[in-house]
T-cell receptor
Framework: QKEVEQDPGPLSVPEGAIVSLNCTYS??????FMWYRQYSRKGPELLMY????GNKEDGRFTAQVDKSSKYISLFIRDSQPSDSATYLC??????????FGSGTKLNVKP | DADVTQTPRNRITKTGKRIMLECSQT?????MYWYRQDPGLGLRLIYY???????NKGEISDGYSVSRQAQAKFSLSLESAIPNQTALYFC?????????????FGPGTRLTVL
């Protein structure tokens, strides 16, 4: 079983839609939960991170962590064509090693 | 201003050839990482280094070797390339300590082994 599972999509939504991206994990030692955004032909860039359980909001983006279910989510409100990218979840217990999901490709149509 | 650079950006080679991918960083970070990215498999860790004298295998190190020449330089070698090493390779860096250590990625090297 992979440490981190993520639906690869692709996910296609109209502009303005609410997008929900999700990952599940198996290692209960993970404490740090990250979302990276990767544009085509670029390296991943950190979008948001959370520590332990709970929610974190940054503009149109909200990250949620449910450690009891080993489930994390990223919500994008009022999605824009510029949000079209691949979104990768990542997790770590102590920053020594990071474990990434396979990425979900999102396309926001104008 | 590219803080993490990778060379070459694209490389096509043949089975059995020795290949070196290079990574340099100006961020002053101690930690450096090599990942490969394959469709449907995401980013997988090949090797990581916490300082010049500390190098560790990741989950898929077979067929690869690394060299940490300096704090700022971390090279990945494929001693005898094979087609299933065709992938997108990323170098990343991070700080040590602190409340949160973000990883910063280079632009990637697209390697094709024929």
């Amino acid at each position: 079983q992979k440490e981190v599972e993520q639906d690869p999509g692709p996910l296609s939504v109209p502009e303005g839609a609410i997008v929900s991206l999700n990952c599940t994990y198996s290692n209960s030692a993970f404490q740090y939960f990250m979302w990276y955004r990767q544009y085509s032909r670029k390296g991943p860039e950190l979008l948001m991170y959370t520590y332990s359980s709970g929610n974190k909001e940054d503009g149109r983006f909200t990250a949620q962590v449910d450690k009891s279910s080993k489930y994390i989510s990223l919500f994008i409100r009022d999605s824009q064509p510029s949000d079209s990218a691949t979104y990768l979840c990542a997790m770590s217990a102590n920053f020594n090693k990071f474990y990434f999901g396979s990425g979900t490709k999102l396309n926001v149509k104008p | 201003d590219a803080d993490v650079t990778q060379t070459p950006r694209n490389r096509i080679t043949k089975t059995g050839k020795r290949i070196m991918l290079e990574c340099s960083q100006t961020k002053g970070h101690d930690r450096m990482y090599w990942y490969r990215q394959d469709p449907g498999l995401g980013l997988r860790l090949i090797y990581y280094s916490f300082d010049v004298k500390d190098i560790n295998k990741g989950e898929i190190s077979d067929g690869y070797s690394v060299s940490r020449q300096a704090q700022a330089k971390f090279s990945l070698s494929l001693e005898s390339a094979i087609p299933n090493q065709t992938a997108l390779y990323f170098c990343a860096t991070s700080e040590t300590g602190g409340a949160f250590n973000e990883q910063f990625f280079g632009p990637g090297t697209r390697l094709t082994v024929l």
